[in-house]
C-alpha cells in the first residue's frame, strides 16, 4: 500500500461525506469552500529484519470556510475516515485531531495511519551451502 493508496481513501471519503465540498489539488484554487490534502510526515519505525511500522501523518485543511463551519467540520471528518476504515480495515487510522485556523489558514485537521510494511528482498546470487576442502586441508 502506497501514499498514493491512503491519499485516495481519504479523497473518497471526503467526497463520499462532502459532495459540495472540492478537494483541491493543483491548478486554480476554488472560489468556495474547500479542502487541501497533503501528507504532513512520514515515520518507519523497525520492527526486525526487513519489517517496518509507518505511521503516515496526512494534513486536512479546511480552505475559504466559515469558522463555524470549520468546527462542525472536525466530527465530520472524523466520522468520514472512520466509515471508510469499516470498508476496508486496511486503513486503519491511529490518530485524528483538529486544530483551529489561523489568519490567512484554514483549519487543519490531521490524521495518523497506522501500516505495517514488509521489504521485499532482492533475489541474491544461490549461496553456497557447503564449503569444498582443498587437497592437503585437515577437519579438526
Known amino acids: ?26 491548478g ?22 526487513g519489517r517496518y511500522m ?3 501523518r496526512f494534513g486536512i485543511r479546511y480552505e475559504q470556510g466559515s469558522l463555524l463551519d470549520a468546527e462542525a467540520m ?3 471528518l472524523c466520522e468520514a475516515l472512520d466509515a ?13 485531531s483538529w486544530v483551529a485556523g489561523a489568519e490567512e489558514r484554514g483549519a487543519l485537521f490531521t490524521v495518523d495511519y497506522m501500516l505495517y510494511l514488509q521489504k521485499q528482498k532482492q533475489p ?13 586441508a585437515r577437519l579438526k
Open 1 to 26: 500500500m502506497t501514499v498514493q493508496h491512503l491519499r485516495g481513501n481519504i479523497t473518497a471519503a471526503l467526497g463520499q461525506f462532502f459532495p459540495d465540498i472540492p478537494v483541491y489539488v493543483e
Open 124 to 136: 541474491e546470487e544461490e549461496a553456497e551451502l557447503m564449503g569444498h576442502f582443498t587437497e592437503g
Open 84 to 96: 471508510r476504515e469499516s470498508v476496508n480495515p486496511a486503513y486503519r487510522v491511529v490518530r485524528q
Open 54 to 56: 509507518a505511521i503516515y
Open 28 to 49: 486554480e484554487k476554488p472560489q468556495s469552500a474547500y479542502f487541501r490534502l497533503e501528507l504532513l510526515s512520514a515515520t518507519y519505525d523497525r520492527q526486525r529484519e
Open 74 to 76: 472536525a466530527d465530520g
